[in-house]
């Protein structure tokens, strides 16, 4: 419990915002479930990736590649991270309820590169309580053009 109340400490109270308070546990799991998927790219860790994601992922990625179901969808991950090497952060933003057992989490998804150089992005993460955990089902990346 003590760490439960740290962790609610840390995060903005921009993150918490829509959320209502019995929902508060359920944030920070997600919280936690994307701080392991980012951590699974990092480490090339497969086995985490594949306990994290529903048997029908999809991605959508910023090139415009559809990776459909979860080995298509590891695959791609990690000849993305061995074709664009660099430090991948996701900074949750914001955890919309879509009910009690389905989320949106739109996080901040920045990519630096060996030479210092940021990639500012943005992930959308579709998230189910699936068999008692939260489970990433969809992923949508985008990169802001700066245009209107």
């Known amino acids: 419990m003590k760490n439960l109340i740290w962790i609610l400490l840390i995060f903005p109270s ?10 508060k546990e359920d944030a920070v799991r997600i919280h ?8 699974a790219r ?16 999809d991605q959508l990625v910023s090139s415009g590649e559809w990776r459909s179901g979860i ?15 660099g430090i ?8 919309k309820f879509l ?15 060996t030479a210092g150089n940021e990639q500012n992005m943005w992930s959308s993460f579709v998230v189910v309580f699936h068999k008692r955990n939260w489970k990433i089902s969809a992923i949508r ?8």
């Open 88 to 95: 991948r952060k996701l900074q949750v933003e914001k955890i």
């Open 141 to 148: 990346n985008m990169r802001p053009t700066g245009g209107n």
């Open 14 to 23: 921009i993150t918490f915002s829509q959320i209502k308070p019995g929902q």
């Open 99 to 113: 009910s009690d057992e389905a989320a949106l989490v739109d996080c901040r998804y920045i990519i630096t590169n």
């Open 32 to 39: 936690q479930l994307i701080d392991q998927y980012s951590e």
């Open 71 to 85: 080995r298509e969808a590891v695959d791609g991950m990690l000849r993305s991270s061995n074709t664009n090497p």
């Open 42 to 57: 990092e480490k090339q860790d497969t086995v985490l990736l594949k306990s994290i994601l529903t048997e029908d992922v």
